[in-house]
C-alpha cells in the first residue's frame, strides 16, 4: 500500500486561522479529485470530525507525547481510505507542548515533524503587524535544525498593499521559506465557539456553505500546486514495525458505545482497536431515548457535551434504566469526562438546576461555578478492572470546566501524575463493575 505523503499546517499560536485553512484546503483539494485525509496533532475530538468532513475520508489524531512509536508508526503505516497526502493541523503554536526542564516543546507539533520528517507550512495572522513579519517567520523557520518550515500563509490580510510589505519583509529576511499565499480577512469564514472549543461539525447548521467558501478562499489566494509539492512521505513508516496492540484493552466482546451530541468525543482509534481485537461496537443514542444493547458485556460512554442536554438525560427512561439494568447483571460500565458524569448522581447545569443522573458513581458534579481543568495525565490503575491490573498505566488528557462537588476518595480508579511527573493525587470512582474518570484515555504505557 503507497504511504501518504504529509504535510503539517502550524501556526506561531492558537487562533490565527489554522482550521480555516486546513479545511479549505482539504475540501479544495478533495473537490479537485485528489484522495486526501486530515489528521490533527495533540489530544482534540473536535477538529477531526471536520477534517473527515471536509475531506471525506476518516480522520485521527497523532499525538507524540501521550501515544507509543509503536502506536503512532501504525497509524502513519495503515491510514483508511488510502489518501495520496495527508494534511496534519498542529496543535496551539508549533513550538507548544509539555514544558519540561531539558525539552520545552517535549510533544509539539515540532516534535511530530520531527519525528515524521513532513515539513511545515507555517499560518501567521498578519491582521496586526506588517514587516515585523519577517523577523517571525526567520525564527520559526529557524529555532529547531529537525524541523522544516518550508512555507509560510499569511491571514487576515488587510489590502494589496498589506500583502506587499508582508512578502516582501519574508523575502528578505527569510529567502528560503516560500510564500504560498496571502488570505484575505472574511467574516464569512468565521467558526461558531463554545467553553470547550468549535461547535461540533455535526451541530454546524451551515457546515458544507462554510466548506465550500473556505475551499474557494483555498484556490483563489493560496498556492494549492506549490502547496501539495511540498509534501513527503513519513521518514517512521516501515513495513516491519511491531504490532502496537490495541491502545485500550476490550471492555467485553460485545460493547455498546454512545455516540451522539452529548456523547461525540471518542477517538476512532480506540474503537478501531477494539473491533480489531475482535469486539463488536454497537453504538446507540441517548439523547433519541434509545438503551444500550442487553446483550452487550460492556458499556463504553464516552464524553462530549453532557451539559447541555442534562434535562433530556435526566428524562431518558431507557438509557438510565439500561444503565441500572446493566449495572445490576454486573456488566461492564465505563464513563469518560461527560459519560463519568452521567454515571454519577447529579448534574448540576449552568444555571443551577440539578439533574439527576443514573446514580451509578457516588460522584456530583456542577457546571454553576466553572474552573477549567486542562493538560495530559498519565494514570495508573489502583486495582484490577476492566482496563488491566493494578498498576498498568496510560496516557491521555484532561480538559473540562466542571466542579465536583462530591467525589469519593475510598475507591478511586487511578493515581495520577501530570506531562512533568507531578503527582495529582487519586481521580475518578469505582463501584463494582462501574468506573469513570475525567480523563480522556488515548494509549496504554508499555510496562
Not at 501504525?74 to 481510505?81: A, D, K, N, T
Not at 518550515?149 to 528560503?176: C, D, K, M, W, Y
Not at 511491531?242 to 460485545?254: T, V
Request: proline share 7%; net charge neutral; charged share 20%.
Amino acid at each position: 500500500m503507497p504511504r501518504p505523503k504529509g504535510l503539517i499546517i502550524a501556526a506561531p499560536a492558537s487562533g490565527s486561522g489554522k482550521t480555516v485553512l486546513t479545511l479549505g484546503l482539504l475540501r479544495a483539494l478533495r473537490n479537485a479529485g485528489r484522495p486526501v485525509a486530515g489528521a490533527k496533532a495533540g489530544p482534540d475530538y473536535i477538529d477531526p470530525a471536520f477534517h473527515a468532513a471536509a475531506s471525506g475520508h476518516p480522520a485521527f489524531n497523532l499525538d507524540h507525547w501521550a501515544m507509543r512509536p509503536t502506536t503512532l508508526e501504525r497509524l502513519l503505516r495503515s491510514w483508511p481510505g488510502t489518501p495520496e497526502t495527508l494534511i496534519v493541523e498542529g496543535v496551539m503554536g508549533l513550538f507548544d507542548g509539555v514544558h519540561l526542564p531539558d525539552r520545552p516543546d517535549a510533544g509539539s507539533t515540532a516534535d511530530l515533524a520531527a519525528l515524521t520528517g513532513w515539513p511545515v507550512v507555517l499560518v501567521v495572522d498578519a491582521g496586526k503587524q506588517a514587516a515585523s513579519v519577517g523577523a517571525l517567520v526567520r525564527g520559526f523557520a529557524r529555532h529547531r535544525d529537525d524541523v522544516q518550515v518550508a512555507g509560510v500563509i499569511f491571514n487576515r490580510v488587510a489590502s494589496a498593499a498589506h500583502a506587499s510589505v508582508l512578502q516582501a519583509a519574508t523575502q528578505a529576511a527569510a529567502p528560503e521559506i516560500h510564500i504560498l499565499g496571502t488570505v484575505v480577512r472574511d467574516p464569512a469564514l468565521a467558526m461558531p465557539e463554545r467553553h470547550l472549543g468549535l461547535v461540533q461539525a455535526g451541530e454546524h447548521e451551515e457546515l458544507e456553505t462554510f466548506l465550500a467558501a473556505a475551499a474557494q478562499a483555498v484556490v483563489d489566494q493560496v498556492d494549492l500546486g506549490a502547496l501539495v509539492s511540498l509534501a513527503r512521505p513519513s521518514v517512521r513508516t516501515t513495513s516491519t514495525a511491531a504490532p502496537a496492540g490495541a491502545p485500550l484493552p476490550p471492555l467485553a466482546q460485545r460493547i455498546a458505545v454512545a455516540r451522539d451530541r452529548a456523547f461525540a468525543f471518542c477517538y476512532p482509534d480506540i474503537l478501531d482497536g477494539w473491533r480489531a481485537s475482535g469486539a463488536e461496537i454497537l453504538a446507540f443514542s441517548p439523547l433519541a431515548g434509545e438503551a444500550p444493547d442487553p446483550k452487550a458485556g460492556a458499556i463504553y460512554l464516552p464524553g462530549g457535551y453532557p451539559e447541555l442536554h442534562a434535562g433530556t438525560l435526566a428524562t431518558a427512561k431507557a438509557f438510565l434504566g439500561g444503565l441500572r439494568d446493566a449495572a445490576a447483571r454486573s456488566a461492564i460500565i465505563f464513563g469518560e469526562c461527560g459519560g463519568y458524569m452521567i454515571l454519577g448522581r447529579g448534574l448540576i447545569d449552568a444555571d443551577g438546576i440539578r439533574h439527576a443522573m443514573a446514580g451509578l458513581l457516588p460522584v456530583e458534579t456542577s457546571f454553576a461555578h466553572r474552573r477549567l481543568h486542562l493538560g495530559y495525565r498519565e494514570a495508573e490503575l489502583c486495582a484490577d478492572g476492566a482496563l488491566g491490573t493494578a498498576g498498568d498505566r496510560y496516557r491521555g488528557h484532561e480538559f473540562h470546566y466542571a466542579s465536583v462537588v462530591k467525589e469519593p476518595t475510598q475507591t478511586p480508579l487511578f493515581k495520577t501524575m501530570n506531562a512533568r511527573g507531578e503527582s495529582l493525587g487519586a481521580a475518578g470512582a469505582v463501584a463494582g463493575t462501574v468506573s469513570g474518570s475525567f480523563i480522556h484515555l488515548i494509549d496504554r504505557v508499555e510496562a
